[in-house]
């Protein structure tokens, strides 16, 4: 897929005990990649071993202070203008594949990132409704017209002022569960690093966002989202989504009144950059 090319592409992806997700992942975009950095957070199972047995893989490690400045220091090692972010647990479809082979091998671009759809499978099924997709996002971009910015764990790139984004065809596929009980373990890390990351902010406890948020999550996602339309997986998605919002406000709780410093289920390095 290669000779025609006017720019060449670095994938960008950041692991942590990612051994059943890597091999995927980077075979997904290996076709249109001419370099695949991966960052590692000092896995302890396969990830390193699985990741450097690609040709095009550049491996590195850095301790996790927080998604998004990870996400930014993937973005250094990154040699080429331009830049695929992917998670490890996301594949580039078919056709992504083929929009990002046009995009590499067209004269004139005029943009400086596009937004990708992103596709979850959950629960025995592809989710499209409850705010789950196609929910787009920039996540190939020129490396110095964008930056990972927002709240962590809820990354996103942000292009400069005068950038200009479009859309891209194809979707990202997206593994993130397991199954419900991995949902969960993943709702209680991510509210966790969430009130943690709010209350360094100066955010404190409040006991009326604590009762109206949960339920006004609920209806964003089963109603208003058409979570209902993804059958018994989107009334799961949308309970589970407002049990995350009230555990962020319950652990912002334990925080204001010193119960702890920080949440148990946080890395160590976390914050620290």
Not at 8 to 17: D, E, P, Q, R, Y
Not at 54 to 83: L, M, R, T
Not at 159 to 177: C, Q, R, T
Request: charged share 25%.
């Amino acid at each position: 897929m290669e000779g025609k090319r006017k720019r060449k592409l670095s994938v960008a992806i950041i692991t942590f005990n990612e051994e059943k997700n890597i091999g995927d992942c980077i075979r997904s975009v290996e076709t249109v990649a001419d370099e695949i950095i991966v960052l590692d957070s000092i896995s302890t199972d396969r990830t390193k071993e699985i990741a450097t047995s690609f040709s095009k893989v550049k491996f590195y490690e850095s301790p996790f202070p927080g998604h998004v400045e990870q996400k930014n220091k993937a973005i250094g090692f990154c040699s080429h203008d331009w830049i695929l972010s992917l998670d490890a647990d996301e594949r580039a479809n078919e056709t992504l594949v083929r929009s990002i082979q046009a995009f590499l091998e067209s004269e004139s671009i005029h943009a400086n990132g596009f937004k990708i759809a992103r596709l979850t499978y959950h629960l025995g099924r592809w989710i499209r409704y409850s705010g789950w997709y196609p929910l787009r996002r920039y996540r190939l971009f020129q490396k110095n017209s964008a930056t990972w910015v927002g709240e962590n764990p809820h990354d996103f790139i942000e292009l400069k002022p005068g950038s200009v984004g479009k859309i891209m065809k194809g979707d990202i596929l997206h593994y993130s569960f397991t199954d419900f009980s991995h949902q969960i373990t993943t709702i209680n890390q991510f509210s966790s690093i969430v009130a943690y990351t709010r209350y360094a902010k100066g955010e404190r406890f409040s006991l009326t966002k604590t009762i109206l948020k949960p339920f006004g999550k609920f209806l964003e996602i089963y109603i208003f989202k058409f979570g209902f339309l993804d059958g018994i997986p989107g009334l799961w998605i949308a309970i589970a989504s407002s049990f995350s919002t009230f555990l962020k406000y319950a652990k912002l709780y334990e925080l204001d009144r010193k119960q702890i410093e920080r949440p148990s289920n946080i890395r160590k390095e976390y914050g620290k950059n």
